[in-house]
């Protein structure tokens, strides 16, 4: 079937993260099922036809190449991967996910497996509702009537509630309600790389760190003691600047800002290359700065062990790192570990690489995306 068609599915959960679980099933429908194109409002209502914790509930319309018999198939193994057991026995229990097909077209279909229009949907108020914010107008194909008279009509008198919950159609849409994320790393960790890949993949505003041009930065992996404070203040300076001009002029054709660094990064840096009373005069200028810049809606801390940390930096032959020790690296780690402890009120997240490759592995890419959209949902809401 090369032709797209246009189906209706209601989601539901009432156990566990029922918004995040909604949302990665939507994600999960727009890989394995087709463009998800209109999502409706979030709906809260009580479990019907047995005792169990309150629902929330959605309608989405996707457009799909596939047939109804293969949409069901998916769906039910989408329900199966997000800890769906469906049971033989007769009534109704609590579920992570619940995906129901509503309405494919205007086909008519009645087998032991499939019936489409979902039987009972004209009796449902929290499929009915959704569907009205999406669908209004659609004709039932057996009823003939629209979903708003249906709406109208329904005997169901269960309280459905519009939630302040609200679902993305895809990542995209997700990530745009955030205007700046910060991801940093130690030394090898790959935060520019991750940089460069969301804001090409979701058509973000790239915010660099020039670390390169830094005159100080050879200088200083040869002799630490007498370049550290000439270091991390022309670090400072630049960041600064760079930052404050960076994040201050938003692109209108971006539909965020994504980072390689935070300008805190200059204090962690600092307080561990300086003597005590050189970064003394370092903090009171630091602090004056850090007042005046954009803090990130989200701070992403990339961790990674040591060894791996030592290899990538061998892997990328940068000249003047060759020569950094592990001691280093593992100071730099406590470094930013700490400032994150002590900044509960920041919106912080440390991402464990362990062994993902995110630059050359798809699936551990994709890992790291999920790991954000949970954040960033939370963030929201």
């Known amino acids: 079937m090369d032709e797209t068609k246009k189906t209706y599915l209601s989601l539901g959960s009432n156990m566990g993260n029922r918004h995040l679980m909604l949302q990665k099933?939507?994600?999960?429908?727009?890989?394995?099922?087709?463009?998800?194109?209109?999502?409706?409002?979030?709906?809260e209502n009580p479990a019907?036809?047995?005792?169990?914790?309150?629902?929330?509930?959605a309608?989405?319309?996707v457009e799909t190449k596939f047939s109804p018999i293969e949409v069901l198939h998916t769906i039910l193994q989408i329900e199966s991967d997000f800890g769906r057991e469906r049971r033989h026995s007769n009534g109704y229990q609590s579920r992570t996910l619940d995906i129901d097909i509503i309405l494919y077209e205007r086909e008519i279909i009645k087998t032991e497996n499939l019936e489409?229009?979902?039987p009972r949907m004209d009796t449902r108020n929290f499929v009915l509702k959704p569907l009205a914010d999406i669908a209004p107008q659609y004709y039932h194909?057996?009823?003939n009537k629209d979903i708003r008279n249906l709406l109208q009509q329904c005997k169901d008198r269960s309280n459905v509630k519009k939630s302040k919950y609200k679902l993305f159609k895809n990542r995209s849409a997700l990530f745009s309600q955030l205007q700046f994320i910060a991801i940093e790393g130690n030394i090898g960790a790959g935060k520019t790389t991750l940089s460069k890949m969301i804001a090409e993949d979701f058509n973000a505003k790239l915010v660099l760190e020039r670390f390169a041009d830094n005159a100080f930065l050879p200088k200083f992996y040869e002799d630490k003691s007498r370049y550290a404070f000439p270091l991390e203040m022309s670090f400072l300076a630049d960041r600064y600047q760079q930052f404050t001009d960076d994040t201050s002029q938003f692109d209108l054709f971006k539909s965020f800002m994504v980072s390689d660094y935070d300008i805190f990064k200059s204090l962690i840096f600092a307080k561990i290359t300086l003597?005590?009373?050189?970064?003394?005069l370092y903090r009171k200028v630091f602090n004056f700065m850090y007042k005046e810049v954009k803090k990130p809606e989200i701070y992403i801390y990339l961790y990674q062990n040591t060894e791996r940390l030592l290899a990538n930096i061998k892997k990328r032959g940068r000249d003047y790192e060759q020569n950094i020790d592990a001691q280093y690296l593992d100071k730099i780690n406590r470094g930013y570990l700490d400032f994150i402890k002590g900044h509960p009120n920041q919106n912080s997240m440390i991402l464990n690489l362990g062994d993902l490759d995110f630059v050359n592995n798809p699936q551990d890419y994709e890992k790291v995306l999920k790991q954000l959209d949970e954040r960033i949902l939370s963030s929201l809401f």
């Open 25 to 43: 099933a939507i994600f999960s429908i727009r890989e394995k099922v087709g463009e998800v194109v209109q999502v409706s409002a979030v709906y």
């Open 116 to 118: 489409i229009p979902h």
């Open 48 to 57: 019907v036809g047995f005792e169990g914790a309150d629902f929330l509930n």
């Open 59 to 61: 309608c989405i319309m």
């Open 275 to 280: 003597q005590k009373e050189e970064f003394d």
């Open 141 to 143: 194909p057996i009823l």
